[in-house]
């Protein structure tokens, strides 16, 4: 069975747990909800042992051996299990696929398997998602198009109970700029705020902080996505706003660090909790460094000391157009040259 990751709460309500899902796709927020929905379900039906597989330290995949002998070995604690499989690149490999299948030809009765994954397309798949798909249930979680979004919105708000209008819904849409969690954040805030009556532009503004303000954190965000044109964008946005950039230097610095370190960790998994990474920004991180080495974000924190030299005039150049160029690098390698007086 397959569905959309909204549809998967409701589908849970309705039946007892499946014995395996499979979650994935480049929308964190749609994935994390999804799989949210069945670990509440699998607590509401009594499920209280839940073990999760991962890849550690320099090691590429899953442990599949001790994965196997999981579904072999009888529950410890409990009658029941949920066991997580997280396949942040979603291909688990000739051994990994035999795993799965193996466990979907004949599913033990005490476990439940669930596997989420970051990354989805046509070429992820193979028998070891039809597996699951045939004894559970599939949900994908594309990227809301910017066409979609404003639907996205309007059954967002209708599931906290708030009606408004299409030219309210496409004014959030506006503000928010395609940013899902921000999105969600601000329906979670005006269910708080709201009185009840349906919300109509007028209210919506001045209910609703602009969320779509070209503001460091998402110029980040983009950077680290990999989405050089919203970079520049943004940056633009924000210049034009009058923001100086000695004040956007900080996150960005406090960003560039962050993977740095992630980049030198030999487990990645370790290094996300030490950092207190949350779960939606552990696939835009990873994305990030499967673009460039340790070396190359150590050069790019450098840039930032010589980008913050210009801004406070103690080194001769641009500071808008060498902060530009170093979130651009950052996004598309090929900008790499843009940097061509440091070495990167």
């Known amino acids: 069975m397959e569905l959309k990751p909204e549809q998967m709460a409701a589908q849970l309500d309705s039946e007892p747990l499946r014995p395996a899902y499979l979650i994935a796709g480049p929308e964190p927020l749609r994935v994390l909800e999804a799989a949210d929905a069945v670990r509440a379900a699998a607590r509401a039906q009594g499920i209280a042992e839940r073990e999760i597989f991962e890849a550690e330290g320099n090691q590429r995949e899953p442990d599949w051996n001790a994965l196997e002998a999981s579904f072999r070995a009888p529950s410890l604690f409990a009658s029941r299990r949920l066991v997580e499989l997280r396949l942040p690149t979603g291909k688990p490999g000739k051994d990994g696929a035999e795993v799965i299948s193996g466990f979907c030809a004949d599913p033990p009765p005490d476990v ?14 193979g028998k070891w998602s ?21 639907d996205w919105i309007d059954r967002r708000l209708r599931s906290r109970g708030l009606k408004a209008g299409r030219d ?32 109509d532009a007028q209210k919506m ?37 009058g923001e100086a950039v000695p004040a956007l230097l ?95």
């Open 250 to 344: 900080g996150m960005v610095v406090k960003e560039l660090q962050t993977t740095a370190a992630l980049s030198r960790a030999s487990n990645l998994a370790n290094e996300f909790r030490t950092l207190r990474v949350w779960d939606t920004k552990q696939p835009m991180y990873r994305r990030a460094l499967q673009r460039h080495d340790a070396p190359r974000w150590e050069a790019f924190v450098a840039h930032a000391g010589r980008v913050d030299r210009m801004a406070k005039g103690r080194e001769a150049g641009d500071a808008w157009l060498a902060l530009e160029r170093l979130l651009v690098a950052v996004a598309e390698p090929r900008a790499l040259r843009l940097l061509a007086r440091t070495a990167v």
């Open 130 to 150: 039809e597996a699951i798909g045939r004894i559970g249930v599939i949900a994908i979680a594309w990227q809301v198009k910017p066409h979609e979004l404003v």
């Open 168 to 199: 309210a819904v496409q004014q959030l849409a506006e503000r928010v700029d395609g940013n899902l969690l921000a999105a969600a954040q601000e329906v979670d805030k005006l269910a708080l705020l709201s009185d009840g009556s349906p919300l």
């Open 205 to 241: 503004q001045s209910l609703v902080a602009d969320a779509a303000r070209f503001d460091v954190f998402r110029v980040m965000d983009a950077a680290l996505n990999g989405n050089a044109a919203q970079v520049s964008r943004m940056l633009a946005g924000l210049r034009a706003e």
């Open 112 to 125: 439940t398997l669930l596997v989420s994954a970051g990354e989805w397309s046509k070429q992820h798949g």
